[in-house]
């Protein structure tokens, strides 16, 4: 009761004040489908991990069997005679298997297997799920910046093309100034419509992941806190290969998955071997005259010949394996090369923003003197727009550097699954 109101406050605040990152990440990973459908596949490893282990337990069974027609032959001085009449027949039995050669033990560790890669499975996906809502969330940040950049830039090109016209009214300008400022002012349009769409299907993306269907915010100050914040050292890249390979949930599951299929394969391998049962029953038949039946003993079969099928299986479960080792192998490269990659583009997106942020500043300074000169008739309209130019093209770059910098840092939280602690900054 005291998380429905909870979670209920938490809906309330999310109403009245801008989207939170931390508020978003744990209502996608509450109420995402992708994650209630890791918790059933886990339930469903779980009942074939207890499925397998009933088989190390007695088997009873009650039989029952009625014919309303049976014929019954009965020797008498020599001959045959049958007799037709009803009958009925019921027994209780069991059985116990004695000895496999281990083969149940090998199948209930196989199961095992399987429920724990179930577990590592579903933590893969939180931390994707975790990866998607950054995403989506900083990619608004991200195109909220865009929007405000081109609507600057279409404001100032508007102002421009007034400018032009009122300066080419006097003969100062031509008719060429006012149309290339004003054919800047329509592009500049253009693009903040087009950042605003993208910023529409964001949201909407974002909304799916939350499960939450009321238009959301994004506080920005929160998108550039973490900006500044997020940070990863390398330090010793032979440590950081082998912490990858040990705590990435997508290389654990594998594992897991080549436990379970070696410890299949050894079930298989001693089919061959037989299995030594111990049975027994006790039951009741009326066929013309009553009587009670019981037998208690020991049953052991051994397999002669099958067509060839222990052989098949066998072959199957030892390529299984292969491939199963093949598949964690290749992943493990892949993901190493993922992680390497965004550890370096994490630094060099530092350099990138400190770069741009220097281009903005003096590219501003020389803007203004442009604006100033152009008025003036000492410079060309290409010159001012060279500067603006310059000036929307390194805000551009400052923003995506911002957003290319967190999408680097969450990708290495995913690979060292670290999402579910970092997550939550």
Not at 121 to 138: F, G
Not at 203 to 228: K, N, S, V, W
Not at 231 to 242: F, G, K, N, Y
């Amino acid at each position: 009761m005291i998380k429905i109101i909870s979670f209920l406050l938490l809906l309330c605040n999310l109403q009245a004040n801008s989207l939170m990152l931390n508020d978003a990440i744990a209502m996608a990973l509450k109420s995402n489908p992708q994650t209630q459908a890791a918790s059933l596949r886990i339930q469903n490893a779980q009942a074939d991990t207890k499925a397998a282990k009933g088989t190390l337990y007695p088997r009873i069974d009650l039989n029952g069997e009625y014919y309303p027609t049976r014929t019954v032959v009965m020797p008498a001085n020599g001959t045959f005679t049958t007799r037709q009449t009803d009958a009925f027949h019921t027994d209780i039995s069991a059985s116990y298997s004695l000895w496999d050669f281990g083969r149940n033990d090998h199948t209930i560790q196989a199961s095992h297997y399987l429920k724990e890669g179930s577990v590592a499975d579903k933590t893969s996906i939180e931390n994707s799920l975790i990866e998607q809502v950054w995403l989506h969330y900083t990619s608004i940040s991200y195109l909220e910046q865009l929007i405000d950049t081109a609507k600057k830039s279409a404001e100032f090109y508007q102002s421009q093309y007034v400018q032009a016209v009122r300066m080419r009214e006097v003969g100062l300008k031509t008719q060429a100034d006012e149309s290339r400022f004003k054919a800047s002012w329509l592009e500049a349009e253009d693009h903040h419509s087009a950042a605003r769409s993208q910023k529409a299907k964001s949201l909407m993306a974002l909304e799916l992941l939350t499960g939450i269907d009321t238009p959301l915010t994004i506080d920005q100050a929160d998108f550039d806190r973490r900006t500044r914040e997020l940070s990863t050292v390398i330090q010793d890249i032979p440590a950081l290969r082998q912490e990858l390979s040990q705590s990435n949930p997508q290389l654990q599951k594998l594992r897991m998955l080549i436990n379970r299929d070696r410890a299949a394969s050894s079930a298989i391998s001693k089919q061959p071997y037989g299995s030594v049962t111990l049975v027994g029953a006790y039951g009741y038949d009326n066929s013309l005259n009553s009587y009670d039946t019981s037998q208690i003993g020991v049953r052991g079969s051994i397999p002669l010949y099958d067509g060839g099928k222990l052989d098949a299986d066998t072959q199957k479960s030892r390529i299984a394996l292969s491939l199963a080792q093949k598949e964690y192998e290749n992943t493990e490269k892949q993901l190493w090369q993922e992680l390497y990659d965004a550890l370096i583009d994490l630094n060099r997106f530092d350099e990138t923003m400190i770069a741009k942020e220097g281009v903005m500043c003096a590219t501003q300074k020389a803007l203004s003197l442009m604006q100033g000169r152009y008025a003036q008739g000492l410079a060309t309209y290409i010159d001012v727009l060279e500067s603006q130019s310059i000036l929307e093209n390194a805000r551009i770059a400052h923003a995506d550097a911002k957003f290319q910098k967190i999408r680097s840092w969450i990708k290495i939280q995913r690979l060292l699954n670290k999402g579910n602690q970092n997550g939550m900054l």
